[in-house]
């Protein structure tokens, strides 16, 4: 009996290396391959927050070709026509009077900022925030003030003031000007999602330093540039950023533009 069980175990022996082989080639080759397509995670920006602002409201760049940088993120139209949010694979369009339309592809944009994104990190806030606390609440939990981050803030807010802006046409004004014209939509107990990203300091003038929102509602009936709210134990989805890709519009409105007032 003793005999005949070392045997079979000897015969076993090599089955089971094959086995433990087989599991750990099934496990860890797929793993290994997830991570060689998946490399760091990239934003992406058409024009920069300098031109926007002096009033570069041309489109420089089709949805069509913006979709292929990411699927989510926040930016807007050409001739400034209102607030734009990636969400989900779509992109939505907020009008100065609070209609939101999905996006056609041969819609253009002068100014967006997109990333694929796949969240790494989740932090829960416990409490009642104002968009400021907010920000100061989530500068503490952030791994690091000197990357990028995309962020998503999914849930019932108890209160939200966004805005949008009226469609303008050429010779266009500034940014400044035509954020005196917004139209400020108060939502109240509101389930909604917030796309936004948080920039560091060293992309001021190529973009926004800091915190900068865009939302829909759960409905897709409102949206609009977060500008304050009232948020309650909010879960916020964090994606760290390593590479961030500026795209310089080839249009004569971009390379006339005129550099920003220091
Ligand atoms: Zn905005």
């Known amino acids: 009996m003793n005999s005949c069980s070392s045997i079979s175990a000897k015969l076993l022996r090599p089955l089971r290396w094959g086995l433990w082989l087989g599991i750990f080639l099934a496990v860890c080759v797929p793993l290994v391959a997830l991570g060689a397509a998946n490399p760091v995670s990239r934003g992406f920006q ?32 050409a001739g400034l026509d209102g607030e734009m949010i ?5 992109f939505y369009q907020v009008k100065h009077d609070g209609a939101v339309f999905p996006v056609s592809d041969q819609s253009q944009t002068p100014f967006a900022v997109v990333t694929q994104f796949k969240p790494t990190q989740k932090i829960l806030l416990p409490g009642t925030f104002t968009y ?6 989530l500068d503490q939990k952030l791994p690091s003030l ?38 400020v939509f108060n939502f109240q107990q509101v389930s909604a999602t917030l ?68």
């Not at 920069?48 to 990411?70: H, K, N, P």
């Not at 209160?159 to 940014?175: A, D, F, H, I, K």
């Open 132 to 137: 400021t606390e907010l920000q100061t609440a």
């Open 86 to 90: 990636g969400l989900d694979n779509r």
């Open 146 to 183: 000197n990357y990028p981050y995309a962020l998503k803030i999914h849930g019932q807010f108890p209160q939200l003031e966004l805005r949008s802006v009226p469609g303008q046409v050429p010779p266009y004004p500034t940014l400044g000007a035509v954020v005196k014209q917004q139209t």
């Open 195 to 262: 796309v936004g990203f948080r920039l560091p300091q060293n992309m001021q003038g190529i973009n926004a330093a800091g915190y900068h929102f865009h939302g829909l509602t759960q409905d897709k009936k409102g949206g609009g540039h977060l500008l304050a709210g009232i948020f309650r134990n909010p879960i916020v989805q964090v994606q760290l950023i390593q590479d961030w890709h500026t795209s310089f519009p080839d249009t004569a409105a971009f390379a006339q533009s005129p550099a920003p007032i220091p």
């Open 46 to 77: 058409i024009s920069t927050l300098d031109a926007l602002s002096a009033g570069v409201f041309e489109g420089a760049m089709s949805f069509r070709e913006l979709r292929q940088y990411g699927n989510f993120g926040l930016g807007t139209f």
